[in-house]
């Protein structure tokens, strides 16, 4: 039987022992053909095929050609890719990488004579991943954070709510990944382009702070509390009844969200304030409204119609 032994595995090595030096961090990028299993199985395969294809067009085309050639842990999920890199390199991944993407599945659908498109979900991360440089490296919590990332609710519901002939890529970066490549300012996109959500993934107890991003919106991107707290209710003022009244005696209940509320006699002007005019200011809380588009361009007048 000794012959055997050296097969065996290494023994793995407990956490909390003793310390060790950390692994390289890298970025990760991964992405996922959005309905991929809903495919005819005939089209799986050049769909697996034209993924990473996509991505070295798009890197060689944003002149990332060397964030391809030295990609570490690369490998296929069937239905998306994903792959190591120098970390120093994410604010170009994160921009113009994710922009021009979208530039090129679009002409590759365009292209496609009318076959389903290929619209991608996009996953960016940061963190320490070992590389063995074989097909078991690039395995750890960053890794799996990033894919977990990838099929979360957010950038799902995002992409699905989009018009499938205009938006082709949506992101979601990890709240580290956010922090140190666009809230530092390193990234050449203002941080009002990212809309933060709470990262949540069905049947898994995974929930993180993240950040959506669309390089072409076509739909409203929505904001998320992590707290589930919802929209506070409108003032409402209640008139009660005098102490003698008798228990029959209704109450009566006035209310005035939107402007002023009178309960007697007034003397001289009022002035009122419409809050829920479309613009640019809103008071409150956001839960669960819409935050709006966050293209680069607009069209017409955006003032028309609003005199």
């Not at 692994?23 to 990028?29: D, E, Q, S, V």
Request: with cysteine; hydrophobic share 35%; aromatic share 8%.
């Amino acid at each position: 039987m000794r012959e055997f032994d050296s097969a065996l595995p290494q023994q793995i090595t407990g956490p909390y022992t003793r310390s060790r030096a950390l692994p390289p961090y890298r970025g990760i990028l991964a992405v996922d053909a959005k309905d991929f299993t809903g495919r005819p199985a005939i089209e799986h395969e050049a769909v697996s095929r034209a993924v990473p294809e996509l991505l070295k067009t798009a890197l060689s085309r944003a002149e990332l050609r060397d964030i391809w050639d030295g990609r570490t842990f690369p490998a296929s999920t069937g239905d998306g890719y994903v792959f190591g890199f120098d970390p120093r390199r994410m604010p170009f991944v994160i921009h113009p990488l994710l922009h021009t993407l979208q530039d090129v599945l679009t002409d590759f659908n365009v292209l496609s004579h009318g076959a389903v498109p290929i619209r991608l979900r996009v996953s960016l991360h940061v963190g320490p991943l070992p590389e063995t440089g074989d097909e078991f490296g690039g395995n750890g919590t960053a890794r799996n954070d990033t894919h977990r990332l990838l099929d979360s609710h957010p950038v799902k519901a995002v992409l699905a709510s989009h018009k499938e002939n205009i938006t082709h890529v949506a992101a979601i970066l990890s709240d580290r990944c956010y922090e140190d490549a666009v809230a530092s300012g390193y990234t050449g996109r203002h941080p009002d382009h990212f809309v933060e959500v709470a990262a949540t993934v069905s049947g898994k107890p995974f929930s993180q702070r993240a950040w959506i991003y669309v390089p072409h919106p076509s739909g409203p991107l929505y904001e998320e509390l992590s707290d589930g707290v919802s929209a506070p209710e409108p003032v409402r003022e209640a008139v009660h009844p005098p102490e003698e009244a008798t228990a029959t005696t209704p109450q009566v209940s006035n209310s005035a969200p939107n402007g002023n509320l009178n309960t007697g006699t007034v003397h001289g002007g009022q002035s009122v304030g419409n809050y829920h005019v479309a613009g640019d200011h809103v008071e409150g809380n956001k839960a669960g409204r819409v935050r709006g588009f966050q293209g680069d361009q607009v069209r017409g007048n955006k003032y028309q119609g609003r005199q």
